[in-house]
């Protein structure tokens, strides 16, 4: 439509100054035709056409020749204003209102008097339609679309064949409901009539439940307002601006890529067939007539019905809308390359700039027949007769006729009544797709549109995918061997706990605490356990039950820990204090102190996670990612990948406690293990591998929990350096403690041959020199008590004689002691 116009008001001194300047080219216009204007029989009417501007709507390049066109078919029909013709007085506007306001000063207050005045331009109209009222002019424009024209307090004698752009927003919203788009974008260009436009369009979505997600704008450059669509991840995005802005825009959606299967634009439709490949280098557009066709590509445009889609039936003019396109042609071909089909702009509109003239000869002629009856013509009109100037207004309000733009009429608000044409770009080229008829709510489809990648568009924003979204556990060979492996190790424990019971009483294993070893061996199988609960996520498990999974892991991995590390500190600390006593012959190992330390872990254990169950239990959290596209699907569709999280709202600090805890415990035993590292107990004779198996765990603690914490959100990661870890220790914990123990049973079936199955295990050999060296050391405390017994009592003896003897002798004393002691 040749609707849509740069709004910018001139300052009042600009209109003027532009009068002063111009005013000598209308005087020296209407002194050349003063002979016209001296005939009665002349119907003098102002034309203003936007032509050799640089911005805004150009149309008057096609418009004004199918004027003169009209002219010349209205004057040469004698049924039509008999005995007078019209002549079409007329000067550039450029589109500018400034200019626009100085051609129709010229026009009113140079001879001869104006009847009426056509005009083209948003913007020249609202300025021509808001001053004409005060010259009782109609004004009829053939190329204004902005809804603002429809106030009829503001523009009361304002008439138009062009419809009002707002008829274009109804056709809108009945595409978004036709493809199921309910959320699109608004790009615009900060011009008066698109500010309205879009204001009407964001009250139409309010009603049909459509969001807007962004409304942008931009002057003359819009790299930014693009971006900015990007950014708000727009797909199905609406634009409102002139054609020179229109190509600027299209370069910058090629740029950020806003274009393809993903995206969907809507553009004006009265832009000529080609715009998109014109005037690139001129107007210094950084892209190539490609890449334009590559953004053009698959984009909708709605237009209001410009030419009779019936090309064989005749109009009011005895032509069919063929053949003034024909006529047409010839006469811009003088100018225009119209054999390649470069089209002036403007060309889309020119139908309606023929049927305006049209409707001013039929308005006219109506207006004389009532005249004529009180002995009035049109002649008599002067700009204070507002009589004459009603009956024009009243005879253009009912006009009807059939024009090469399709049905002529005006609504109440001087409105064009129109269907809409929406279009689609194909392979290069616009496709007719259907119309709809906004008055009838009617859309005829002929379900000819083609989306790029074969499907029409059904995403208008990036939505995360269903399940297949989710960051999950490949399921396959790591479940499998995971889950695998810990089985075979439950088994190998229950193993190991029958081998324990059957054999307890074989002094290798007595000697090793059973007991405490098959405490161990439970917490192996409630460590390996836990190994199948990781990996259970929600392709598993439900929603509703995943806090029951978390909550299970955090309970199992604790107290199998407590359990099995448990039982091995117990046997190393009691180690230690055996060692470290004075007297260790005479201490004996009580198996109820070993599992009194285990029972203090377990518990200490139950309360925290108790306290945690309790007051801030685990639930299950969604960690979002950035967008990805999907791998296997053509959908217009991108993935957001999302991650199950087993957390709490204090979930830091309830970890903080359990890790602070639980390396309280293992640096302890870490610490014990080396300090009874080469210590021999026979009280507890599997000391030195346990020792070892300390090592191992803490060091796999240490490494493994820091590690979880950096790779939390790369789950099958996780899930594979958590289980390889418990599943390490595990194993390696019962192979040190039992593997040694069973070789033992196996070689030697009876209990008398176990001497060599561990260092801290002597023979009988070494067991009684171990007893005679006891009692030798016995022997000799009791001979050095003795001694002692005897220093004491001469030390007493020395110092009775001392006493007795005083002072006097103590020359003689020297050698008297020296004589006990030599004789002791």
């Not at 005087?27 to 102002?46: E, K």
């Not at 203003?48 to 149309?59: A, D, T, Y």
């Not at 990007?230 to 910058?252: P, S």
């Not at 000529?272 to 007539?289: G, K, P, V």
Request: proline share 4%.
């Amino acid at each position: 439509m040749a609707m849509f116009e740069r709004h910018r008001l001139a300052p009042l001194p600009l209109a003027l100054l532009l009068v002063l300047l111009l005013g000598c080219q209308h005087v020296l216009q209407a002194a050349a035709s003063a002979d016209d204007d001296d005939d009665d029989n002349v119907l003098h009417i102002g034309g203003i056409f936007p032509i050799r501007g640089e911005g805004g709507w150009q149309g008057g390049q096609a418009c004004e020749p199918a004027a003169n066109l009209a002219l010349e078919d209205v004057n040469n029909r004698r049924d039509l204003l008999p005995g007078f013709k019209l002549k079409l007085h007329w000067n550039d506007s450029e589109c500018e209102p400034g200019l626009g306001a100085s051609v129709m000063y010229n026009l009113v207050y140079n001879q001869p008097q104006k009847l009426l005045l056509l005009a083209g331009c948003s913007t020249v109209c609202t300025t021509v339609a808001e001053a004409a009222k005060m010259w009782n002019l109609v004004v009829l424009c053939y190329g204004a679309s902005s809804p603002a024209l429809s106030d009829r307090n503001r523009f009361p004698t304002l008439f138009r064949t062009h419809p009002s752009a707002t008829v274009h927003n109804p056709t809108r919203i009945k595409l978004m409901e036709k493809f199921g788009w309910s959320r699109v974008a608004i790009l615009q260009q900060a011009e008066e009539v698109f500010i309205s436009t879009v204001e009407d369009l964001e009250a139409r979505c309010k009603v049909a439940g459509i969001e807007i997600v962004t409304r942008q704008s931009f002057l003359s450059e819009p790299t930014d307002a693009v971006r900015n669509l990007r950014r708000q991840d727009a797909r199905i995005i609406v634009g409102l601006f002139y054609v020179v802005a229109a190509r600027r825009v299209l370069c910058e959606v090629f740029k950020q890529g806003l274009y393809g299967k993903q995206y969907v634009w809507f553009f004006i439709g009265w832009y000529e067939d080609n715009w998109f490949e014109q005037n690139l280098e001129r107007e210094s557009i950084d892209c190539t007539a490609e890449q334009m066709r590559m953004a053009a590509e698959g984009h909708l445009t709605t237009e209001a019905l410009m030419w009779n889609q019936n090309k064989e039936e005749t109009t009011i003019s005895k032509m069919t809308s063929e053949d003034f396109r024909l006529r047409l042609n010839e006469v811009l071909s003088k100018k225009y390359d119209i054999a390649n089909k470069r089209y002036p702009e403007g060309y889309q509109e020119a139908p309606l700039a023929y049927d305006a003239v049209w409707s001013v000869a039929l308005a006219f002629n109506k207006t004389m027949s009532k005249l004529l009856k009180h002995g009035k013509t049109l002649k008599n009109f002067t700009y204070t007769n507002k009589e004459i100037a009603d009956e024009i207004y009243s005879a253009m309000n009912s006009t009807r006729f059939l024009g090469v733009s399709g049905g002529v009429a005006f609504s109440s608000q001087g409105d064009r009544i129109a269907l809409t044409q929406i279009e689609q770009v194909i392979n290069g080229s616009y496709v007719n797709l259907g119309y709809y008829d906004t008055q009838a709510d009617n859309l005829t489809w002929a379900n000819k549109e083609r989306w790029i990648g074969g499907k029409v568009p059904r995403r208008d924003r990036t939505c995360p995918g269903p399940s297949g979204a989710f960051q999950r556990v490949p399921w396959g060979r790591g479940h499998v061997a995971m889950w695998s492996i810990s089985s075979l190790g439950i088994v190998a424990a229950i193993g190991l706990i029958i081998f324990n019971i059957w054999y307890r009483h074989r002094r290798v294993i007595q000697s090793s605490h059973p007991v405490c070893n098959t405490i161990m061996l439970v917490g192996v199988i409630t460590c390996l356990w836990s190994v199948f609960l990781l990996g259970l996520d929600g392709q598993f498990v439900s929603p509703g039950v995943y806090p029951l999974v978390c909550q299970a892991r955090v309970w199992l991995l604790s107290i199998g820990f407590t359990l099995a590390y448990g039982a091995m500190f117990s046997k190393v600390w009691r180690v230690h204090r055996l060692t470290t006593h004075n007297k260790p012959d005479t201490k004996k190992v009580e198996p109820w102190k070993l599992y009194t330390m285990v029972t203090g872990l377990l518990l200490i254990d139950l309360v925290l996670l108790m306290t945690w169950q309790l007051y801030d239990p685990l639930q299950r959290s969604i960690e979002e990612f950035p967008l990805e596209e999907p791998n296997n699907t053509d959908d217009d569709v991108k993935i957001r990948p999302q991650l199950e999280h087993c957390e709490s709202e204090k979930h830091t600090v309830w970890l903080g406690v359990i890790y602070g805890y639980k390396g309280v415990v293992l640096v302890f035993g870490l610490f014990l293990a080396y300090e009874t590292r080469s210590i021999k107990v026979k009280q507890i004779n599997d000391s030195r591998y346990v020792g070892m198996s300390i090592y191992n765990v803490v060091v796999l603690c240490l490494i493994t929990a820091p590690v979880t914490l950096v790779i939390a959100s790369q789950q099958d990661a996780v899930f594979a350096f958590v289980a390889l870890a418990v599943i390490f220790c595990c194993f390696l914990s019962m192979a040190l403690i039992f593997v040694p123990k069973v070789i033992e049973v196996i070689r030697h079936p009876s209990d008398h041959a176990e001497s060599k199955y561990n260092p801290d295990i002597g023979s009988k050999e070494d067991e009684e020199k171990y007893r005679k060296i006891v009692q030798e050391n016995s022997e000799l405390q009791r001979l050095i008590a003795e001694k002692e017994d005897k220093i004491r009592a001469l030390k007493q003896r020395l110092q009775e004689r001392e006493a007795g003897r005083g002072g006097g002798g103590g020359g003689g004393g020297g050698g008297t002691t020296e004589g006990l002691l030599h004789t002791d």
